[in-house]
């Protein structure tokens, strides 16, 4: 049995670093490239395994060298695979990323073969979905497993979890299955279809009465912000991280994080504490992983806190 199963997207990251956003047609010389772990749907899953989370991933990914980083990954962090298909001829998914001087970045994703994950797949793992605490998913996944994989974890009683990045139109089924929706300021503006002044309580009341349960916003250095029926707004403030690598993942790892939490029957404002914690630590290392805490980190941090 397993804590958390990830419908999980899998990308190796192609990382430059370079000073500042380019302008359109321009060249410029890069620091340093890398080649590393990525996909949204994988970082959240190494993100519940270094939480203690028994963690499983459905996914589908080339037999190509990018998809041996992925099953070399998860063996690695003992997150279970049984569940992984792997497709002849496909490529595996990848990310092209540009790090920029102040810690931020801009991304491309090519999703690969991570774009044929269907609803036959979920349903080979219906068992380990039933069995488990909660499910998460992300846009970067093909709708239709994470349909199929929210309709069994809503008749099994399991939670669900959705962080709706990159911003996408959302089915009102998907949102009626979605006990957490995990969006920053521009998925929550975007899927709300609000203004760029609007205050994002709007946003958030028009998602919950389209039937999602909770709508919990990152909002970076600031922390988040939480959102239910019938009950104020709850907010917990971020944390400010001295040396920032860059911020790929923070957002990953905080879906991650709270996942995890969660599953041990952690309440909601505690998990969310865990969560902003995880996503402050992970700005301090390079690349989606690099900086990923364990839950004896999460734990240190939360204690200087007081």
Do not use: Y
Not at 1 to 28: F, H, K, Q, Y
Not at 53 to 67: E, K, L, N, P
């Amino acid at each position: 049995m397993v804590d958390v199963v990830c419908i999980a997207s899998w990308n190796a990251d192609l990382v430059s670093r370079v000073a500042r956003p380019m302008a359109r047609g321009e060249t410029v010389l890069a620091r340093s490239f890398d080649i590393s772990p990525g996909g949204k749907g994988s970082n959240a899953a190494v993100a519940c395994a270094r939480q203690g989370a028994r963690t499983a991933v459905v996914a589908r990914i080339g037999r190509d060298d990018f998809g041996r980083m992925g099953l070399d990954l998860w063996a690695r962090e003992g997150i279970v695979t049984t569940h992984v298909e792997q497709v002849e001829g496909e490529r595996s998914g990848v990310a092209q990323i540009l790090v920029f001087d102040d810690g931020d970045n801009s991304i491309a994703v090519a999703p690969g073969a991570g774009v044929g994950l269907g609803a036959a797949q979920v349903q080979a793992a219906q068992a380990t979905i039933a069995g488990a605490r909660i499910v998460i998913a992300s846009n970067e996944v093909p709708q239709a497993a994470t349909l199929a994989a929210f309709r069994i974890a809503r008749a099994a009683g399991v939670a669900t979890l959705l962080n709706p990045a990159p911003a996408a139109a959302l089915p009102d089924e998907l949102l009626g299955l979605t006990d957490l929706l995990t969006p920053n300021e521009t998925e929550l503006r975007s899927l709300a279809d609000l203004p760029p002044d609007a205050p994002l309580e709007q946003g958030a009341q028009r998602l919950l009465a389209c039937g999602v349960g909770a709508v919990l916003a990152t909002l970076g250095a600031d922390g988040c912000r939480l959102w239910r029926p019938g009950a104020a707004a709850l907010s917990i403030p971020g944390w400010r991280m001295d040396a920032v690598a860059d911020t790929i993942g923070a957002g990953d790892t905080f879906n991650g994080a709270l996942a995890a939490a969660l599953a041990r029957g952690l309440p909601l404002e505690q998990a969310m504490q865990r969560a902003n914690a995880a996503a402050a630590l992970s700005v301090t290392g390079q690349g989606a992983i690099g900086g990923m805490p364990t839950a004896a980190q999460v734990d240190a941090l939360l204690a200087r806190q007081g």
